[in-house]
């Protein structure tokens, strides 16, 4: 079996924004173990409206190219990292819909998370595993959460991920469960696959 592609999806598209630093991190610590291969995907590249389609691509594929586009690219992939923060007690509006764009392409794949900003993006996180189950992912247990203190303290004032290595647990955490799920998942896929062929 090859080795699954993670995607590590960024869930905000606004200037300034802290998701490309936590992607870079994750991204780095994911590939540095040699069982998976990552692939940061932004969803700036995927400039899609908000969910403005005849029906739900459950039934009919979106007439949207940058929402076409976006559905091959998750079709790709073996599993997500969704990086994301916390706005008003939730998800960014720009990853719900990225989410709502997509169906088929999510099915028996896992989710893991980061999460930053207040609570380390936890009520985010929260919203995002209903959102993945809905969508047939698996979501993992184990993730990560970039609190207050630390949020800040990269985000202004000038520390990294270096100064944080309290973080590294829960990373390694995280990506050992989303190792397995992703490999007991496309095994599972593969052999459906096999079978229906």
Same mark, same amino acid.
């Given at each position: 079996?090859?080795?699954?592609?993670?995607?590590?999806?960024?869930?905000?598209? *606004?200037? %300034? +924004?802290?998701? =490309?630093?936590?992607?870079?991190? !994750?991204?780095?610590? #994911?590939?540095?173990?040699?069982?998976?291969?990552?692939?940061?995907?932004?969803?700036?590249?995927?400039?899609?409206?908000?969910?403005?389609?005849?029906?739900?691509?459950?039934?009919?594929?979106?007439?949207?190219?940058?929402?076409? *586009?976006? %559905? +091959?690219?998750? =079709?790709?992939?073996?599993?997500? !990292?969704?990086?994301? #923060?916390?706005?008003?007690?939730?998800?960014?509006?720009?990853?719900?819909?990225?989410?709502?764009?997509?169906?088929?392409?999510?099915?028996?794949?896992?989710?893991?998370?980061?999460?930053?900003?207040?609570?380390?993006?936890?009520?985010?996180?929260?919203?995002?595993?209903?959102?993945?189950?809905?969508?047939q992912m698996a979501p993992t247990k184990?993730?990560?959460?970039?609190?207050?203190?630390?949020?800040?303290?990269?985000?202004?004032?000038?520390?990294?991920f270096a100064d944080m290595p309290h973080?590294?647990?829960?990373?390694?955490?995280?990506?050992?469960?989303?190792?397995?799920?992703?490999?007991?998942?496309?095994?599972a896929r593969e052999t459906t696959t096999?079978?229906?062929?």
């Amino acid at each position: 079996m090859s080795k699954p592609r993670i995607g590590i999806v960024i869930s905000t598209t *606004r200037e %300034g +924004r802290f998701g =490309d630093k936590a992607a870079a991190w !994750i991204a780095g610590l #994911a590939a540095a173990r040699g069982d998976m291969e990552v692939e940061i995907v932004d969803l700036r590249e995927y400039p899609m409206p908000f969910f403005d389609e005849p029906g739900s691509p459950f039934y009919v594929p979106p007439r949207n190219e940058a929402a076409r *586009r976006w %559905g +091959r690219k998750v =079709d790709e992939l073996d599993g997500f !990292i969704f990086v994301t #923060a916390e706005y008003n007690h939730g998800p960014p509006a720009v990853l719900k819909n990225a989410l709502d764009y997509a169906y088929k392409e999510f099915n028996r794949k896992p989710a893991a998370f980061v999460g930053y900003g207040g609570v380390g993006g936890a009520r985010a996180v929260e919203q995002l595993r209903l959102v993945a189950v809905e969508l047939q992912m698996a979501p993992t247990k184990a993730a990560v959460h970039i609190g207050g203190a630390d949020f800040i303290g990269m985000f202004i004032q000038g520390k990294t991920f270096a100064d944080m290595p309290h973080l590294d647990p829960t990373a390694a955490a995280l990506l050992d469960e989303l190792a397995w799920w992703t490999h007991a998942l496309k095994a599972a896929r593969e052999t459906t696959t096999a079978k229906a062929a």
